[in-house]
């Protein structure tokens, strides 16, 4: 079987990497994957990094697309893709997540009658101006092989009208839903160990053995609306300031971009000198799951830093009006606070009472999706 895997957003390539080695390790007989990289994000530390350090191939074809607006962006991967697919003619092109590279792929492979695989299928915000509600939508109602990492997501699915009880052969027409668990947890149990091993992070930062928080925010609606970005930060200034735990922002470019631009003069100046406030460039994987397991609790706007929190067993405090992993929410290990300053704050007090007393049940599965999904596309 001949599979054709598209990467190009950060966390596509870190998800990627669980069927990559799941692919090499058990299953390289059967299996042969071409992975190409869109070139969606394309700085050495949104990229390359996570190619190096989570041991995938290098991508067989790149299209360098780079960045631009919606239209720009995506019609050019679409014209990339079909041509590498009309050449290579896979079995499956896999997709994965949200992104303007699943949306890509998903229109370039739907059309030319390439089977889809998408991986992360059936999550929703019910929020239709976020591009990624559009993509995923568009992705899993042309895919063949939905393959859902929560029981939100498969049951997301059967109520728009997939069929639970589908049975092969499978096609566009008469797909196949799977809740299987998250390849990000497969990920996430993997690399523990061994970024306990490489990741000095901690050491360079000099916060072995302190309290810190660590937030990310990167969300369009955060960083292009100067009312919401400007709440976010007086918040991070005042809980540094109140509490003198220091908070460790690894910023995305795109939020590097529009900080001075989109804050107050004042706040920018005090953020800047604020010696609580880390601002520090992308991290890589290793370095973010030692953050992740070492901080006290989490303030972010990513989908993937939500769960991943919960992989840690630390509590997320979700800059966000809604989220697609809602059982986060229900077991009262993460709560949305939008960018409200009183629910900001009134989350970090509670989290930082009871944060060390809270459970973090199994939803994500067993640590074997990827296995799930590789032995599902063999039939
Ligand atoms: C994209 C995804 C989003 C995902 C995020 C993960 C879409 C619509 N959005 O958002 O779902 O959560 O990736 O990080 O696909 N930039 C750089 N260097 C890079 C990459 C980006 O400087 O390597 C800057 C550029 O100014 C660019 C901006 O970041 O315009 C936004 O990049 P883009 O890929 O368009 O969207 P993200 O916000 O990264
Ligand atoms: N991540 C990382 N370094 C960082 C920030 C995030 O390695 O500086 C990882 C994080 O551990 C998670 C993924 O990137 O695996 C999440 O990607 P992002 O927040 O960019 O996108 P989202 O998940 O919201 O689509």
């Not at 930082?352 to 074997?368: N, S």
């Amino acid at each position: 079987m001949k599979i054709v895997t598209i990467i190009g957003a950060r966390p596509q390539i870190i998800k990627a990497a669980a069927l990559s080695r799941t692919i090499r390790n058990k299953f390289a007989t059967q299996i042969k994957e071409i992975i190409v990289h869109t070139g969606q994000h394309y700085d050495a530390n949104m990229s390359q990094v996570f190619i190096d350090e989570l041991g995938i191939p290098q991508p067989d074809y790149n299209l360098n697309i780079g960045s631009g607006s919606h239209g720009v962006q995506t019609a050019g991967m679409i014209t990339g893709i079909e041509e590498i697919l009309l050449k290579e003619k896979p079995d499956y092109l896999v997709l994965y997540g949200d992104t303007n590279s699943t949306l890509a792929g998903a229109i370039a492979a739907s059309k030319i009658h390439v089977p889809i695989v998408h991986i992360e299928a059936g999550l929703r915000s019910f929020n239709k101006s976020m591009p990624e509600e559009i993509n995923r939508i568009m992705a899993d109602h042309a895919s063949t092989l939905l393959f859902s990492p929560t029981l939100t997501g498969f049951n997301n699915l059967i109520k728009e009208g997939f069929n639970r009880d589908n049975q092969r052969p499978y096609s566009a027409d008469h797909p196949g839903i799977f809740h299987c668990g998250d390849v990000m947890y497969d990920n996430s149990l993997y690399f523990e160990t061994i970024a306990r091993d490489k990741s000095d992070v901690l050491q360079r930062l000099v916060l072995e053995g302190k309290a810190f928080y660590l937030a990310t925010v990167h969300r369009d609606n955060n960083t292009d609306q100067p009312k919401r970005l400007n709440a976010i930060f007086e918040s991070f200034q005042e809980i540094t300031q109140s509490t003198q735990i220091p908070l460790v922002l690894p910023l995305h470019p795109r939020t590097s971009k529009l900080l001075k631009k989109n804050l107050e003069p004042a706040l920018y100046q005090q953020i800047n000198q604020n010696k609580l406030i880390r601002l520090i460039p992308p991290v890589s994987f290793l370095d973010m799951i030692m953050l992740e397991k070492n901080c006290q609790l989490l303030f972010t706007d990513s989908g993937g830093v939500q769960k991943e929190a919960y992989f840690f067993g630390k509590p997320a405090i979700i800059l966000r009006s809604e989220t697609e992993w809602k059982e986060i929410v229900e077991v009262g290990c993460g709560r949305i606070v939008n960018t409200d300053r009183d629910k900001i704050m009134s989350a970090c007090k509670h989290f930082q009472q009871v944060g060390k007393t809270l459970e973090f049940p199994i939803i994500f599965g067993d640590g074997k999706a990827a296995e799930f999904i590789a032995k599902t596309m063999m039939g």
